[in-house]
């Protein structure tokens, strides 16, 4: 163990996010006082708020689970929310992190900092190795400061950041918003709607072709855990479930876990996005972390947590 949490603050940084949700859920398992601050309390692209909450909040650590995200649409039509306020939040946090001596900060980046055309699956060493995929290129290259970030901050004044690289997540608290929402949370939305509509057609964006590896929010949650607690490094950490699906597969999983079957029918207008986004996750297995659950489990859990929330 690298740093024990017994008894520590932790200020878990986005919290009512899918993926600050799932850590504080996580954390809520350890024996550490876990903080969170709504956007009513602070707001995070305002540096003087986070200065003056980090002054008097005083944690021993961060998980910095707070960003601006969304879908492949959402992404290349807001390409200035995406960079800016993503920015924002880091280097507001980070100096106030630094400002308060705060020694353990987590970054969480995204598999879309990789190069669009990167050799599969990826390794941490093909960052900065070739051009963006396009349609994210603006959330990616902030989500690449943020690593830099951390980076810098354990060059210049030795503190012992680190970075987390999560795949394409989802889980209770997704964002089922048909135009911001990533893929799997729609199709999760399409079919149940489908099913109740006694629809024919579900449609899908893009080809159907490209491949994405999906990991359940919770998973990611206990692999942050593991990493906060065992790993100190320079480099970034790829966190996946090692498994990727075509777009197409992925809509016959989740109309097999709602129990509606229809038609694909493909909107070429919307764009495909990356071809194929499937990380090595090595480094991580190699520390003694592999606990993804299965896809179908996944969506299970996850369409059980929809239900919940928007009626059966
Ligand atoms: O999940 P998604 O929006 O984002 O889309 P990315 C993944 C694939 O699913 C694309 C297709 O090929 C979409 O065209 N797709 C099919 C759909 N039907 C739908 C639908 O109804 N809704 C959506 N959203 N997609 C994001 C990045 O890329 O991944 C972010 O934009 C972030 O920056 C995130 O990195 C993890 O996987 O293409």
Known sequence: MVWDLTGKRIWVAGHRGMVGGAVVRRLATEDCEVITAGRDVVDLTRQAEVEDWMAEAKPDAIVMAAAKVGGILANDTHPVD???????????????????????????????????????????DSLLTGPLEPTNEWYAIAKIAGIKLAQAYRKQYGRDWISAMPTNLYGPGDNYDLNSSHVLPALLRKFHEAKQAGARQVELWGSGTPLREFLHCDDLADAL??????????????????????????????????????????????????????????????????????????????????????GG
């Open 225 to 310: 855990v593991f990493l906060l607690k065992d790993y100190s490094g320079y480099e970034h950490v790829n966190v996946g479930s090692g498994v990727e699906v075509s777009i197409r597969e992925l809509a016959e999983t989740i109309a097999k876990v709602v129990g509606y079957d229809a038609e694909l029918v493909f909107d070429a207008t919307k764009p495909d996005g990356t071809p194929r986004k499937l990380m090595d996750s090595a480094r991580l297995h190699a520390m003694g972390w592999n606990g993804a659950r299965s896809l179908e489990d996944g969506i299970r859990d996850a369409y059980a947590a929809f239900l919940a929330v928007n």
């Open 82 to 124: 995406f960079l800016v306020e993503n920015l924002q939040i880091e280097t507001n946090i980070a100096a106030a992190a630094h400002a308060n001596d705060v020694d353990r900060f987590l970054f969480l980046g995204s598999s879309c900092i990789y190069p669009k055309l990167a050799p599969q699956p990826m390794a941490e």
